[in-house]
């Protein structure tokens, strides 16, 4: 059913403070309408593009900085940090990222993206991965945003050992899963064993 502009334009509001994370794409199949016409409405109701939404939302959401890696080695975006508790990253697959014969996405990408996620929710300046244990669900493809949570188990918080789970989501059906067993040391130093 498709609905009046200014009536959606309401509805593409109220829906974008509840999931700020909605691509244009997401949108414009929500409404049956184009995505040149979400745009179009975003701009009108002074919606900003889902970068800024994602930067906004971090920005309220960040409850300490990642100190274990620079930004710019994380893979996604993380738009939710709470060290030694949680994190969250999202990241959008694009061609680039998938095989070419059957459009699925490489694995690493995936992995790299927990990875990190596990490293980053280390409220330490030097956390390192010891051991994984991972599962891919499902396949991912180009277009797919995975949204991955990160979870540290406090009853693993030790000196330097530290359990992260890390669950990866598609449209909310899980697409790979991952338990990231974490060295860390609050002095930079590496101990003698991992």
């Not at 040149?36 to 975003?42: A, K, S």
């Not at 992995?111 to 490293?119: G, K, M, R, T």
Request: with cysteine.
């Amino acid at each position: 059913m498709r609905r009046p502009k200014k009536e959606r334009q309401r509805l593409l509001g109220l829906l974008l403070e509840e999931n700020p994370f909605l691509t244009d794409e997401a949108l414009s199949e929500h409404f049956t309408v184009s995505v040149q016409t979400i745009r179009l409405d975003r701009l009108e109701c002074r919606i900003p593009e889902l970068r800024e939404r994602l930067k906004t939302v971090a920005s309220r959401t960040m409850n300490g900085e990642v100190k274990s890696l620079h930004l710019d080695e994380i893979i996604g975006d993380i738009v939710d940090l709470e060290l030694d508790a949680k994190a969250l990253s999202i990241f959008d697959v694009t061609e680039d990222h998938v095989f070419q014969r059957n459009g699925i996405a490489r694995g690493h990408h995936l992995f790299a993206q927990a990875n990190s996620l596990a490293v980053a929710v280390m409220d330490d300046d030097l956390a390192l991965t010891v051991k994984s244990t991972i599962h891919f669900v499902r396949p991912v493809k180009a277009g797919d945003r995975v949204v991955a949570r990160a979870e540290v188990e406090k009853e693993s918080l030790t000196a330097n050992r530290t359990l992260v789970n890390v669950v990866s989501t598609v449209h909310d059906e899980t697409v790979f899963t991952g338990e990231f067993y974490m060295y860390r040391t609050t002095d930079g130093k590496l101990g003698e064993s991992l």
